[in-house]
């Protein structure tokens, strides 16, 4: 069974640029799996951030971007604010309607 | 504006089914490409996909849980709804439902409601 993989934790700097990743333990992320990215803070519902790989949803600010970067799904924040500090999910699509969510990345910025 | 609200028991005992709805507010759920999900999260985890239901009725399940998944939509109430049989203390979860404009995960998200499977 293929599992979407995402790095546990990460931190950035306030000001600083972070990439947090998407991958596969079977195989490589392309645009295919229409990869998709939330924000998360606790005790709130998850926020669209990207989807498609590179389209923000309504109202993202632009320092947030989707992309692939080798054969993973990737999110770039770009001058990391304090209220970026969030869990953030990717979720890929698996052909027959099926999506199945990475296990999240805590972001700490300090 | 758009709005997306859960309702149901948030108490469920083993066994039994547990059912939620979602309301639609400021939109139709009989409108064309939309897909009406569902997603959970269990207390301190992450998110998993539950399921989803196209405009037309089409439904598309997660394998783990397809054996005891039933996704349907009331167009008349505006409603669609959730219902997961046999349930076990996993199935403990804050419940999400979403609507997804072309099947691409642009989730627009309700606010979730926790139901708790206990005796």
């Known amino acids: 069974q293929t599992v979407v993989t995402q790095e546990p934790s990460f931190s950035v700097s306030p000001g600083g640029t972070v990439t947090l990743t998407c991958g596969l333990t079977?195989?490589?992320?392309?645009?295919?799996?229409?990869p998709s990215w939330y924000q998360q803070t606790p005790g709130q519902a998850p926020r669209t951030l990207v989807y498609?790989?590179?389209t923000r949803s309504s109202g993202v600010p632009g320092r947030f971007s989707g992309s692939i970067l080798g054969n993973k799904a990737a999110l770039t924040i770009t001058g990391a604010q304090a209220d970026d500090e969030s869990d953030y999910y990717c979720v890929l699509y698996m052909g027959s309607g099926i999506w199945v969510f990475g296990g999240g990345t805590k972001l700490t910025v300090l | 504006q758009l709005q997306l609200q859960e309702s149901g028991p948030g108490l469920v005992k083993p066994s039994e089914t547990l059912s939620l709805t979602c309301t639609v507010s400021?939109?139709?759920?009989?409108?064309?490409?939309?897909?009406w999900g569902w997603i959970r999260q269990p207390p301190g985890q992450g998110l998993e996909w539950i399921g989803t239901?196209?405009?037309?009725?089409?439904?598309y399940y997660n394998p783990s849980l397809k054996s005891r998944l039933t996704i349907s939509v009331d167009t008349s109430k505006n409603q669609f709804s959730l219902k997961l049989s046999s349930v076990t203390a996993a199935d403990t979860a804050v419940y999400y439902c979403?609507?997804?404009?072309?099947?691409?995960?642009?989730?627009?998200w309700g606010q979730g409601t926790l139901v708790t499977v206990s005796s």
């Open positions: 400021g939109g139709s759920i009989s409108s064309d490409s939309y897909y």
């Open positions: 239901i196209y405009y037309s009725g089409s439904t």
């Open positions: 979403a609507r997804d404009p072309g099947g691409y995960g642009d989730y627009h």
């Open positions: 079977s195989g490589s992320v392309s645009t295919s799996y229409y």
């Open positions: 498609s790989t590179n």
